[in-house]
């Protein structure tokens, strides 16, 4: 069972809840994604506009736990301040926080994500990180208090699936006892189901579940694809080799020249 | 005096943040407040007092990836 600050998780999928079709799609899908953790965000919101509350009610319902993000920050006391009204609002200490360096490949800011880390770690706050593959950023975010990586796997929204495996294998390695959980860029279930097996213990996923065409029925086949990897990593995957092995055995062949 | 709530001006006669927000009316809903970009939590918002021209963020649960 996964294992993230001190809580245990069945299900190896957590699921964004943003670019839905509907409130209802949302939320079948986050059922059928079997997921225990969605991740929900601040927006300003008039006092005449009640889209929040009604939203926030919705995600109550379902019983999951919350980890808010910071999406949209881009400096450090941002991210910081809107970790705190997160923690008010949705009442708890997890925090993904996201500080973007660039805005068309919303990569992390890695200098700032220590940074903001740091100072949300020293607060209370239950950090995890939205970062690269980078293993100088890992260790210093480590080192900063965070128990929890999400290094990426392409960038936010974009499904290009792992765009980095030489780096995030030699991330898993480094780390074999820090939850690694790919966040952003998987783009179908194939992906997530080889993240698992090269030993990654979850997945975040939305952009790739809320803009398919049926986000329900995806929401389920991550679930698979999840679980699918998942096993397979456990049950040992065999050495990849480059010359051809017979899977029938040689002995006893007919001799039929 | 006039202050900014989410980017926009309006006016007001609210002396600090919790009136302010019972004054626009957020009556129960479920928001976190900053003033001039700094934190205020629900029980500080009436020893917040306001000046011309703060910057208030009323932010409200919203979808997230």
Same mark, same amino acid.
């Given at each position: 069972?996964?294992?993230? &600050?001190? +809580? ?9 809840? /943003?670019? &839905? ?12 994604? !079997? ?7 601040? !927006?300003? @919101? #008039? ?11 919705? +995600? !109550? ?31 708890? #200490?997890?925090?993904?926080? @996201? ?19 740091? $100072? ?5 706050? @239950?950090?995890?990180? &939205? ?9 210093? =975010? ?7 990586? *999400? ?6 929204? /974009?499904?290009?699936? =792992? ?18 959980? $790919? ?14 097996? =090269?030993?990654?213990?979850?997945? =975040? $996923? ?7 065409? %049926? ?43 | *005096?006039? +202050? ?6 309006? %006016? ?13 009316? &957020? ?17 500080? !918002? ?5 000046? %011309?021209?703060?910057? +208030? @963020? ?8």
């Amino acid at each position: 069972m996964l294992q993230v &600050y001190g +809580i245990e998780l069945r299900s190896r999928l957590f699921l964004g809840t /943003s670019r &839905y079709p509907s409130p209802a799609v949302l939320s079948e899908a986050v059922k059928a994604s !079997r997921a225990q953790v969605v991740t929900v965000s601040l !927006r300003r @919101e #008039s006092s005449g506009e009640r889209a929040g509350q009604g939203f926030w009610s919705i +995600i !109550r319902e379902l019983g999951v736990r919350v980890l808010p993000n910071t999406a949209g920050c881009h400096s450090v006391k941002e991210a910081v301040t809107t970790a705190h009204m997160a923690r008010e609002v949705f009442g708890t #200490s997890w925090i993904k926080l @996201e500080v973007i360096g660039e805005d068309d490949t919303l990569q992390p800011d890695v200098f700032g994500l220590v940074e903001a880390a740091r $100072i949300l770690a020293a607060d209370g706050f @239950e950090v995890f990180p &939205y970062t690269t593959e980078d293993l100088v950023a890992a260790d210093k =975010l480590l080192a900063a208090g965070c128990r929890v990586l *999400m290094p990426w796997g392409a960038p936010i929204g /974009s499904g290009r699936g =792992l765009n980095n495996l030489f780096g995030l294998k030699a991330l898993r390695a480094h780390f074999p006892e820090v939850p690694l959980v $790919i966040d952003a860029g998987i783009g179908v279930p194939s992906h997530a189901a080889q993240a698992m097996e =090269l030993g990654f213990d979850a997945v =975040l $996923i939305n952009t790739a579940v809320a803009q398919a065409a %049926d986000p329900v029925r995806m929401a389920a086949a991550f679930a698979q694809a999840v679980e699918a990897g998942s096993a397979g990593r456990l049950a040992g995957p065999m050495e990849p080799r480059d010359l051809a092995v017979p899977s029938t055995p040689v002995i006893g062949t007919a001799f039929l020249k | *005096m006039k +202050i900014l709530v989410n980017g926009a001006w309006r %006016d007001t006669s609210a002396v600090d943040l919790a009136a302010a927000l019972h004054e626009m009316g &957020y009556g129960e809903a479920v928001v976190a407040t900053a003033l001039n970009g700094e934190f205020v939590p629900a029980g500080s !918002r009436p020893a917040a007092r306001l000046a %011309d021209g703060d910057r +208030i @963020e009323v932010l409200a649960p919203m979808q997230g990836g």
